[in-house]
């Protein structure tokens, strides 16, 4: 994976990742290419399996927090509920993603480099994998505040840690 913020060839794709999940948006392939800067001669198949693997996972998380919003008010899509969200959700996935893609950049043919990035491979996956969880743990929040608001949770509810995740330590 090219670390050092040159795209090493230019490919466009129209690949639209579909989500399963009608509330959420769906993922651009090339936005994700152009965002993360990622090598263009490498085939899309790992690009759209690990971005497919990571929709579903922040899909899964957020779920139950959409069901509560959903019990109190109408939200057909998160753009509908909140435009700035969704690239906060884009993001996530994205992040997530990248994390998952680290395994199959490691090539022969950049050899050194990819020593490199191989020793540091656990921290960078590590660092992803956590700025993937702080844009959920924004949107869980962000999600949560409005159905609290609307009178979903209930009173006596505890609030917690702001973006607290054990998972990530």
Known sequence: MSLNGKITASTTTETVIRNTRPFFPDIELQAFIENYRLPGE?????????????????????????LILQSVIVAETLAAFDEELVAVYQAAVMHWARSGLIKYFETINRKAAAEIQGERNEIIVTEWKAEA??????????????AADNGALGTGRRDYADGFRASII
Request: aromatic share 6%.
């Open 42 to 66: 490498y085939n899309e198949a790992p690009l759209i399996y690990e971005l497919t693997g990571a929709m579903r996972h922040v899909n899964e998380e957020l779920t139950d927090d959409v």
């Open 133 to 146: 969880q702080s844009c959920i743990d924004m949107l869980s929040k962000r999600i949560l505040k409005v």
